[in-house]
């Protein structure tokens, strides 16, 4: 029990220390303290007074009364001690006490003014101020005085006390309350034996006074019996009366007959002198420095030494106070007039169960007294004048007692037995035992509550008596208590809840004195209960765990609350526990749970009917987390500190989950493709990475200090590879579906129809799957995204192939009777291309609404694939492929492919196949590789022999490619035939410095062609396949626009062709077209985009027909292009109805474009070497010319409400048309010199290096297509030049050819010297560090191949 032992004392005192603690002599040391506590009761006197006494006068009695009064409550507390706290179960027993006195059910308080004084004080306790109060106060002082305040109120209104009798009244009820607060003590365990003393303290200050003769309060004429307080007079020997012997001996369960022996043979030592000596004792061994009640060895400090011995001396002269106050005549007694007997050697005190022998044991007190303390014989006496006894000085009553030199230093007591601490834990364990068996007696009903504290009023009271005469400390006190419960508890003899309790005990006191004030022994012996504690319900901890993961909370609390508070007492490293090793075990345990539960539960799922074996898998992740999360829910904070359940669990959980996952990886993949319809849906792999990312992710926070080896991105990258090439033989039919549900009419403002927005739903669902996985790796994702984009960019392309496949059919319809259903659309062509043979008018054509739908959707699916280009955050992951992409081996051939450009611009010098000089050819290029297979192919430009195609192919090529371009001519019937063809090697090294090529290729027969082409790398990358798909959209929407064009340029050409004009001149008839009314119309055309007024604009007055003699008027002139004005009013309603803004000003502005090109037409020949048969127009010509220019500007414009700005209409190549106007009468001589000036003056301001070819990443977003396109414009207006301009009209001059061909050489000349800077300037770049490797050298060309039969 203690490390520490009463060592030095004599040898009575060892005995005692190691005596076993037997039933009989615990009996008897029980009893003696049950009688002296019936000794010390408060006893009214026998004697009556005298009748003379009794006839007093009555004032003179009250003024007796009144002396020995308190007048103010002050005088009870004038002592100066420190307050006293009492426990916090006071106010609730002490208000069901007031309640039960208020209400007339308390016997003990049935007079009518105490039950309304009692009810006035309990309105006060139940008051939440007050309680608040007293909850933060807890002074037994002050609980006191505000009963004392309230009592005076309601006495000083009684109207029976008259006077001053309100104050002799005032002193009972204070003492009725005090014995009160006693009463609600006995029903409170652990109750401190300062506060017990103290309450003793106040009731005798507050006896009343007895209408005796002398002070103190015993009948004066009975002298004889002065000596003893038990006389048979004043006190009963039978054992009724006393309610702690009737208590102690249903305890041991002693017959009456035999208690009242006991008690008779013990009355006759076990006084109230005899008690008194055991406090002298106790006093004089602290003074000592003897080993009982403690010493100063017995503390870890002086600090705690001096606590204990100030509070244990006080309290000891409070108690004596008390019995001095009761008993005056223990202060005048020698110690040898009750003098108890002394223990035998050889036996024990008398006893029941033991013979009495005829003499007396020897004393206790042997004749040889020992020394007086000094700091004891110094000290005054307390008797005052008139023999009084005060009590404002109660540390000086133990040495002013008389007789006290025969007190000697050691263990002589009477009431203290040899051991008290094994006596008050044996009797412990009795009341508590006692009081079990009577809860599980029958007097008991099931529903009846109990105290968790066990102990009984009864009990309470005596052991506390016990406690207080023993010496026996709160600390040691609480601390016995939760040692026997814990001892019964793990006997299963009381339930869990009362550990709790009794560790609330230890609490309070902690609270009240500090640990390190305690003994020594007693923090040993809670350390050694708080280590059992620890221990057991360790062990419960451990196995109620068993129960993972369905634990609750309520199936640890119990255990819980104990642990923590034994972990935080700071007491378990006293008692050598090694909390760390026991967390250990409870963690494994934990570990342990959690894979049998995974295991068991892994099992249930495989054993399932099913062949879809990522199910087990994935019920097993919702498993985990629905567990993790409802522990983690549960047990927010790691139990004690150190037990992290939901860690432990996916500790171990998690990397089985994986082990299982990976263990499965063949067969899953084997099962998610074996067919059309799998075993394992693709959906539920995706669900599964989507699981175990989650679980990773859990690991990794619940588990931060845990490596886990799995690599999830490579586990699940085949899946998703295998989703995208599904993905891909997916868009076939998505671009099939959505154009064949498309009725292609008009849907909201933009224009477009539904097979646009399908397919984009479409294509947007995979990218926002693909996001919604959130994969791990990024660099990984990019490439998912990349591969996608390539998905896409087919999807594009094949979408404009069909879209334009509709619009070709639309625009080229076919008749109802043809000769071949392939070839008849060429009848419709031919007949609408004789333009200039004058043999048949061209028949102007009606646009379908149909067809601006389809134009529309082009242009519509160019913002979608921007947003789409967005959504996709393409940027973003080319970033993660530049700086994360894995380094490429060395020597490693890598396939690299290439995209080429090629672009079909014109051909000239052709030459017909009949011997007609006025013959035309309707031609077309096809271009083939080296097996004959077709790789690209033109539209037909008719009735031409020099054809402008201007159209751009793009083909891939891995290694040098050889095509055919052939020129053929369009037949109505039969073969087509065979114009010229010409041979070009595609060969990636000889376009290697990514530049564009103007390459005149020599047809086999005769004339020539223009190709342009360009090379880039075709990289694998998302801006690649984004500007692939854009230059798609872009092509199809140039060559749909273009058809646009070609439907309108036969009717502009037949309107501003030179027979119109020669008919104009030659003409002298008369008529008009009312200028006005046509750009009203245009007006009232366009005006819903400005202004709903339709107001004509007048005919400016500078523009007003002017009569000029012998000249053509103004009306005259705009007579001869009234058909155009009326072709235009019929079809530009219909693009204005059914075109988007932005589709609308592209037409228009192609419109406009093309009306320049045949102005300039009529004014100059094209650009050539070759003399021109082409003669210039006469002044008053060419006058017509620039007013038919002004007229269709002016109509275009219709004074800002047309389809076209100013600003756009006086563009570059309408400046430059006006410019041939400046040059066009000048001499031969001084235009050559003009053009040799401008040549060299622009070859000098030119840029020194050629650019690159237009790439396929200038056009991977709309942003980066406006840009190229601004940047484009700028340098066109940078590079004015009217040096063209005059060697256009030099070609009409006779013997200008030479000059010609001379300053084309030389332009190509120079532009081949800046071709090589750009050539060097690239080589030096490519030579820097960490560049491409260098180009090699251009090697020759390979051999032409054999020609493919001609078809």
Not at 418 to 428: E, F, G, I, Q
Not at 934 to 939: D, G, Q, S
Not at 1272 to 1277: A, G, L, T
Not at 1305 to 1326: C, G, I, T
């Amino acid at each position: 029990m203690s490390r520490r032992s009463y060592a030095g004392g004599s040898m009575h005192e060892r005995r005692s220390s190691r005596f076993r603690v037997s039933d009989e002599e615990l009996m008897n040391f029980v009893l003696r303290v049950a009688l002296l506590s019936y000794q010390m009761q408060p006893k009214p006197a026998e004697a009556a007074p005298s009748e003379p006494e009794r006839d007093r006068d009555y004032s003179s009695r009250i003024h007796g009364a009144l002396s020995s009064s308190i007048f103010s409550i002050g005088d009870l507390f004038r002592d100066g001690q420190k307050g006293v706290r009492f426990p916090k179960d006071l106010i609730k027993v002490l208000e069901q006490k007031l309640q039960d006195i208020a209400m007339g059910k308390d016997a003990a308080y049935s007079d009518q003014l105490i039950r309304r004084t009692m009810a006035v004080f309990y309105g006060q306790v139940k008051d939440e101020t007050f309680r608040r109060q007293m909850k933060e106060n807890r002074k037994i002082e002050e609980l006191i005085l505000m009963f004392a305040t309230n009592a005076t109120n309601v006495l000083k209104k009684e109207p029976s006390l008259q006077g001053d009798g309100w104050k002799v009244e005032l002193n009972n009820h204070i003492a009725q309350f005090v014995r009160l607060l006693r009463d609600c003590l006995r029903h409170i365990s652990h109750v401190s034996p300062e506060l017990t003393a103290r309450l003793e303290m106040y009731t005798a200050k507050l006896a009343p006074a007895q209408p005796a003769y002398s002070d103190s309060g015993y009948d004066s004429a009975s002298t004889s019996h002065r000596d003893s307080v038990g006389s048979t007079k004043r006190i009963s020997m039978q054992v009724n009366d006393m309610p702690l012997v009737l208590t102690a001996a249903r305890l041991f369960k002693l017959p009456a007959n035999v208690v009242q022996k006991e008690i008779e043979d013990l009355a006759t030592y076990c006084t109230e002198k005899a008690a008194l000596n055991d406090l002298k004792t106790c006093l004089k061994n602290i003074n000592a420095g003897a080993p009982f009640p403690f010493r100063r060895e017995d503390f870890d400090s002086e600090a705690a030494w001096q606590y204990w011995r100030t509070l244990e001396t006080a309290h000891l002269s409070q108690l004596m106070v008390v019995m001095v106050q009761f008993n005056p005549e223990l202060a005048k007694s020698t110690p040898s007039e009750a003098l108890p007997p002394t223990q035998s050697s050889n036996g024990r005190p008398g006893s029941v169960y033991s013979s009495y022998s005829s003499s007396r044991p020897d004393s206790y007190y042997a004749s040889s007294s020992a020394q007086r303390h000094a700091s004891v014989s110094s000290r005054h006496s307390v008797l005052s004048l008139g023999g009084g006894l005060g009590p404002s000085d109660p540390d000086a009553v133990p040495s002013a007692l008389e007789g006290d030199e025969e007190i000697q230093v050691g263990f002589h007591f009477t009431f203290i037995p040899p051991n008290p601490r094994k006596y008050y834990k044996r009797l412990l364990e009795y009341c508590i035992a006692a009081d079990l068996e009577a809860m599980l007696s029958p007097a008991v009903g099931d529903d009846d509550e109990v105290s968790l504290g066990i102990l009984s009023a009864a009990h309470i009271e005596l052991i506390n008596e016990c406690a207080l005469r023993w010496r026996i400390g709160q600390p040691y006190r609480v601390a016995c208590f939760l040692d026997i419960v814990r001892q019964f508890y793990e006997r299963n003899e009381v339930p869990l809840e009362c550990v709790p309790e009794a560790l609330a005990n230890i609490t309070r006191v902690t609270n009240e004195i500090e640990l390190d004030k305690w003994p020594t022994q007693d923090v040993d012996y809670l350390a050694q209960i708080y280590g059992q504690l620890f221990s057991t319900f360790l062990s419960h901890l451990y196995h109620s765990l068993d129960g993972l993961p369905h634990i609750k909370p309520s199936d640890v609390a119990p255990y819980l609350s104990v642990l923590e508070i034994v972990r935080e007492s700071g007491l378990l490293e006293r008692y050598d526990v090694d909390v760390a090793a026991r967390m250990t075990d409870i963690q494994n345990q934990v570990r342990d749970v959690s894979a049998r539960y995974y295991g068991q539960k892994m099992r249930e799922l495989q054993e399932a009917p099913g062949v879809n074996r990522a199910l087990p898998l994935l019920l097993m992740t919702d498993e985990i987390e629905k567990n993790a999360k409802l522990l983690d829910k549960r047990f927010p904070e790691p139990i004690l500190g150190h037990l992290d359940i939901v860690s432990l669990m996916l500790e171990v959980q998690i990397p089985h989950f994986l082990m299982d996952l990976d263990d499965s990886k063949k067969r899953l993949f084997e099962d998610s493709m074996n067919g059309p319809t799998p075993d394992v849906p693709i959906q539920d792999i995706f669900a599964l990475y989507r699981r175990t990312k989650t679980l990773l992710g859990m690991y990794k926070a619940f588990c931060p200090s845990g490596e886990i080896q799995f690599d999830l991105g490579g586990f699940f990258e085949p899946y998703v590879r295998q989703w995208l090439v599904n993905t891909d033989n997916k868009t076939t039919q998505w671009v099939q579906a959505a154009i064949a549900a498309d009725k292609f009419q008009a849907e909201g403002e933009e224009g477009h129809s539904s097979s646009i927005i399908d397919l984009f739903d479409s294509l947007r669902s995979p990218i926002q799957f693909l996001q919604d996985l959130e994969w791990i790796d990024e660099y990984q994702e990019a490439r998912f995204f990349t591969s996608l984009s390539k998905t896409i960019s087919k999807a594009i392309n094949q979408y404009c192939a069909t879209i334009e496949e509709l619009f070709m059919s639309e625009m080229f319809p076919r008749p109802t009777e043809y000769i071949q259903p392939q070839k008849s659309s060429a009848w419709l062509e031919k007949a609408k291309s004789l333009t200039e043979r004058g043999e048949k008018k061209v028949e102007a054509f009606t646009f379908q609404p149909e067809s601006c739908v389809k134009l529309n959707n082009i242009e519509a699916a160019r913002r979608l694939l921007d947003n789409m280009y967005e959504q996709m955050e393409a940027d973003k992951k080319m970033e993660v492929l530049e700086h994360s992409a894995p380094p490429v081996p060395e020597k490693v051939d890598r396939g690299d492919r290439f995209l080429f450009t090629v672009k079909v611009a014109i051909a000239e010098g052709l030459v017909p196949l009949d011997s007609s000089p006025s013959a035309k050819l309707d031609t077309f290029v096809t271009l083939s590789d080296e097996q004959g297979n077709r790789l690209a192919k033109t539209r037909t430009i008719y009735e031409s022999l020099n054809p402008r195609w201007d159209e751009s192919f793009d083909l891939s090529v891995e290694k040098p490619l050889w095509i055919m371009i052939s020129v053929r001519d369009r037949a109505l019937v039969g073969k087509h035939d065979t114009v010229g063809r010409a041979y070009l090697c595609l060969d990636p090294k000889r376009f290697g410095d990514f530049l564009t090529h103007d390459l005149w290729m020599d047809l086999d027969t005769q004339g020539r062609i223009l190709l342009r082409v360009s090379m880039e790398g075709e990289k694998d990358d998302l801006q690649f396949y984004f500007g692939r798909a854009f230059r798609s959209l872009k092509r199809s929407e140039n060559d749909m626009v273009r058809v646009f064009i070609d439907k309108m340029s036969p009717f502009i050409r037949q309107c501003l062709s030179r027979s119109v004009l020669k008919t104009l001149v030659k003409s002298t008839q008369t008529g008009s077209i009312d200028y006005n009314k046509a750009l009203g119309n245009v007006t009232a055309l366009f005006g819903s985009l400005g202004t709903k007024d339709d107001v004509q604009i007048p005919l400016p007055q500078s523009e007003k027909p002017r009569v000029r003699p012998e000249s053509l008027t103004d009306v005259e002139i705009e007579q001869a292009i009234v058909p155009l004005f009326d072709f235009f009013e019929a079809n530009l309603s219909t693009l204005n109805t059914y075109l988007s803004e932005t589709t609308k000003d592209m037409v228009m502005s192609r419109v406009w474009k093309e009306i320049l090109n045949v102005i300039e037409g009529l004014l100059v020949p094209p650009l050539s070497d070759v003399q021109s048969d082409m003669k210039p127009l006469s002044d008053k010509e060419v006058d017509i010319v620039f007013k038919w220019l002004k007229f269709l500007r002016d109509y275009f414009y219709a004074g800002g409400e047309g389809p076209i700005s100013l600003e756009a209409l006086q563009n570059q190549k309408y400046r430059d048309v006006l410019s041939i106007r400046l040059y066009y009468d000048w001499h031969t001589d001084a235009l050559m010199e003009e053009c040799v000036r401008m040549m060299q003056h622009s070859l000098r301001a030119a840029t020194p290096v050629k650019k690159r070819a237009k790439s396929v990443y200038q056009q991977r977003n709309l942003g980066t297509i406006r840009k190229s396109k601004k940047e484009k414009q700028q340098e066109k207006e940078k590079e004015v030049s009217n040096g063209e301009t005059i060697l256009r009209i030099l070609r009409m001059r006779p013997n200008t050819s030479d000059f010609i061909a001379q300053q084309l050489q030389a332009m190509n000349s120079l532009q081949a010297e800046r071709d090589a800077q750009a050539k060097d300037a690239e080589k030096r770049k490519l030579q820097r560090p960490r560049q491409q490797p260098q180009i090699p050298p251009v090697p020759s060309i390979p051999p032409v191949p054999a020609l493919p039969p001609k078809t």
